[in-house]
């Protein structure tokens, strides 16, 4: 039992880190996409440069075989596909054999030599969980100083202040309670909350002589109460946190906070309450009143001087016309349109035999109908219950052992698509040479003990192609074919998908 466990925490650990290094391939070319689209649109309304750089977030969560008929991955030449990028997301592929080979059954009391040696992918594993953990602990810390700082401030007591509130609602067509607190500590003004959103206004500031101050301070808040940013503050720190060791998801949540203080600054200029000229005069007021600002959380007016002095250049931009609500409007559209082009980077599958194959497996196991992988074979071993030919341990057989004359070619038993052929299979050393054929919706087909194969990883084979020669290499006592079905992940019994064994159920 504890060797079996061992197994499936290292094939697990194994699928995990190729998935995560997928991912993050697909990020780094979406990041540097992105980073080109956003020098281009430089003038273009932030709130599409904040979309863009979401996608990369994105791309590291969605899973890598995501594909489309037209997207960034059909245009590349087959670099990836949807079939072959599919064991890399896909629960641990089933292991073990047992009958005439006797390797690595499930009920098998022992570890393979691969998997022992196989232990760096669980060290990974526990290496990055316990970075989650140290990151994840220093953001929540940093938040909760900002939750802490709300709860010591007072409600904002001035009717004027509350006026300028309820306006700004008004303005923004916010229909959630907008709560003011303040407090006489040096703190850059912020919103924390998405739901019952409270804007925090330091002392210093609602004490100002600058009175424009004050209401440039409140509508760009406001403005963020509009664009729910704090939720995808939240969501951007999950997505930093799990992703801890990529500096592309640092750098990508970082330009999103920054093009967000430019969409609020945007969104407020175009109401026309406060003119371009009032507004960066209280950015620059807030900046020499020195008050002190968290990086877990964006600060409205708080940001250091360079990035301050982007977002002067951008205000003076903004012009005060009836485009405006349509420079509003359109970038939701365009990103979502590039999203879809860009997040797939898995090739869309194609070809006829295994949309075919795929349509047949949905179908109930009585209707699925596999051809003979080794004709003129007789079987040697059933699936199910046997005997281990060389500790004589009950073990269960997950396939069915089949035995031709010697140098008898493998033939493929329906349209597929070959997603392994190697003679060092991670999934154990007793099964010697192996093929793995995908046939399309959740049915693969699995030979071992091969002594040869004559197809390549990647390639599409029709029914009957030849895909190898009968062998006994790895665990073996002899000469024969290992062949295995493998149903959404679980091995059933081939005989219920070829037809030649369905009299031949002993």
């Given at each position: 039992?504890?060797?079996?466990?061992?197994?499936?925490?290292?094939?697990?650990?194994?699928a995990?880190?190729r998935?995560?290094?997928?991912?993050?391939?697909?990020?780094?070319?979406?990041?540097?996409?992105?980073?080109?689209?956003?020098?281009?649109?430089?003038n273009?309304?932030?709130?599409?440069?904040?979309?863009?750089?979401?996608?990369?977030?994105?791309?590291?969560?969605?899973?890598?075989?995501?594909?489309?008929?037209?997207s960034?991955?059909?245009?590349?030449?087959?670099?990836?596909?949807?079939?072959?990028?599919?064991?890399?997301?896909?629960?641990?592929?089933?292991?073990?054999?047992?009958?005439?080979?006797?390797?690595?059954?499930?009920?098998?009391?022992?570890?393979?030599?691969?998997?022992?040696e196989?232990?760096?992918?669980?060290?990974l594993?526990?290496?990055?969980?316990?970075?989650?953990?140290?990151?994840?602990?220093?953001?929540?810390?940093?938040?909760?100083?900002?939750?802490?700082?709300?709860?010591?401030?007072?409600?904002?007591?001035?009717?004027?202040?509350?006026?300028?509130?309820?306006d700004?609602r008004?303005?923004?067509?916010?229909r959630?309670?907008?709560?003011?607190?303040?407090?006489?500590?040096?703190?850059?003004?912020?919103t924390?909350?998405?739901?019952?959103?409270?804007?925090?206004?330091?002392?210093?500031?609602?004490?100002?002589?600058?009175?424009?101050?004050?209401?440039?301070?409140?509508?760009?808040?406001?403005?963020?109460?509009?664009?729910?940013?704090?939720?995808?503050?939240?969501?951007?720190?999950?997505?930093?946190?799990?992703?801890?060791?990529?500096?592309?998801?640092?750098?990508?949540?970082?330009?999103?906070?920054?093009?967000s203080?430019?969409?609020?600054?945007?969104?407020?200029?175009?109401r026309?309450?406060?003119?371009?000229?009032?507004?960066?005069?209280?950015?620059?007021?807030?900046?020499?009143?020195?008050?002190?600002?968290?990086?877990?959380?964006?600060?409205?007016?708080?940001?250091?001087?360079?990035?301050?002095?982007?977002?002067?250049?951008?205000?003076?931009?903004?012009?005060l016309?009836?485009?405006?609500?349509?420079?509003?409007?359109y970038?939701?559209?365009v990103?979502f349109?590039?999203?879809?082009?860009?997040?797939?980077?898995?090739?869309?599958?194609?070809?006829?035999?295994?949309?075919?194959?795929?349509?047949?497996?949905?179908?109930?196991?009585?209707?699925?109908?596999?051809?003979?992988?080794?004709?003129?074979?007789?079987?040697?071993s059933?699936?199910?219950p046997?005997?281990?030919?060389?500790?004589?341990?009950?073990?269960?057989?997950d396939?069915?052992?089949?035995?031709?004359?010697?140098?008898?070619?493998?033939?493929?038993?329906?349209?597929?698509?070959?997603?392994?052929?190697?003679?060092?299979?991670?999934?154990?050393?007793?099964?010697?040479?192996?093929?793995?054929v995908?046939?399309?919706?959740?049915?693969?087909?699995?030979?071992?003990?091969?002594?040869?194969?004559?197809?390549?990883?990647?390639?599409?084979?029709?029914?009957?192609?030849?895909?190898?020669?009968?062998?006994?290499?790895?665990r073996?006592?002899?000469?024969?074919?290992?062949?295995?079905?493998?149903?959404?992940?679980?091995?059933?019994?081939?005989?219920?998908?070829?037809?030649?064994?369905?009299?031949?159920?002993?």
């Amino acid at each position: 039992m504890m060797s079996d466990l061992l197994a499936v925490i290292s094939g697990g650990a194994a699928a995990l880190v190729r998935a995560a290094g997928w991912e993050v391939l697909f990020a780094a070319v979406l990041f540097a996409l992105v980073f080109g689209l956003t020098r281009l649109l430089r003038n273009a309304s932030p709130v599409l440069r904040h979309a863009l750089w979401g996608l990369v977030l994105l791309r590291l969560v969605a899973p890598v075989e995501l594909a489309t008929p037209v997207s960034l991955g059909s245009l590349t030449p087959g670099w990836f596909t949807s079939s072959s990028l599919d064991g890399l997301t896909s629960s641990i592929e089933p292991a073990g054999d047992a009958g005439e080979d006797g390797a690595g059954a499930s009920g098998q009391a022992m570890v393979t030599g691969d998997a022992a040696e196989n232990w760096w992918p669980a060290a990974l594993v526990a290496t990055w969980l316990l970075g989650v953990g140290i990151v994840g602990a220093s953001v929540h810390r940093r938040r909760r100083r900002y939750r802490d700082l709300v709860r010591r401030a007072s409600p904002v007591a001035d009717e004027r202040v509350r006026a300028m509130v309820r306006d700004w609602r008004r303005t923004f067509r916010i229909r959630r309670a907008v709560r003011a607190v303040t407090s006489g500590e040096q703190h850059s003004p912020f919103t924390l909350g998405a739901a019952r959103p409270v804007v925090f206004l330091p002392r210093a500031v609602l004490e100002h002589d600058d009175r424009s101050l004050l209401e440039s301070v409140i509508a760009h808040e406001l403005a963020h109460v509009r664009r729910w940013d704090d939720l995808f503050l939240g969501l951007q720190q999950i997505i930093s946190v799990l992703y801890f060791f990529n500096p592309i998801a640092w750098l990508s949540a970082g330009r999103m906070r920054e093009e967000s203080e430019r969409a609020c600054d945007e969104l407020v200029i175009s109401r026309g309450g406060i003119t371009p000229r009032s507004y960066g005069r209280s950015i620059v007021t807030v900046l020499r009143l020195g008050l002190e600002s968290e990086p877990v959380i964006a600060p409205a007016l708080g940001n250091p001087l360079r990035k301050q002095r982007a977002r002067l250049e951008t205000i003076m931009k903004v012009q005060l016309s009836s485009t405006s609500r349509l420079r509003s409007l359109y970038p939701l559209p365009v990103a979502f349109i590039l999203g879809l082009f860009l997040l797939p980077m898995a090739e869309a599958p194609t070809g006829v035999g295994v949309a075919d194959a795929a349509a047949a497996v949905v179908q109930q196991s009585d209707d699925v109908r596999l051809s003979n992988p080794l004709p003129g074979s007789t079987i040697t071993s059933r699936f199910g219950p046997a005997q281990d030919p060389f500790s004589d341990e009950e073990i269960h057989h997950d396939g069915i052992d089949i035995k031709a004359s010697p140098g008898s070619e493998i033939l493929a038993p329906a349209d597929g698509l070959v997603a392994l052929a190697t003679a060092e299979y991670s999934g154990g050393a007793g099964y010697g040479t192996v093929v793995l054929v995908d046939h399309g919706g959740g049915l693969k087909t699995f030979y071992a003990h091969l002594d040869s194969y004559s197809v390549q990883e990647g390639e599409r084979v029709s029914r009957g192609d030849a895909l190898g020669v009968q062998g006994s290499s790895g665990r073996s006592t002899g000469p024969h074919l290992h062949f295995e079905v493998w149903l959404d992940g679980e091995r059933r019994d081939p005989a219920l998908f070829v037809s030649d064994w369905r009299t031949e159920r002993f």
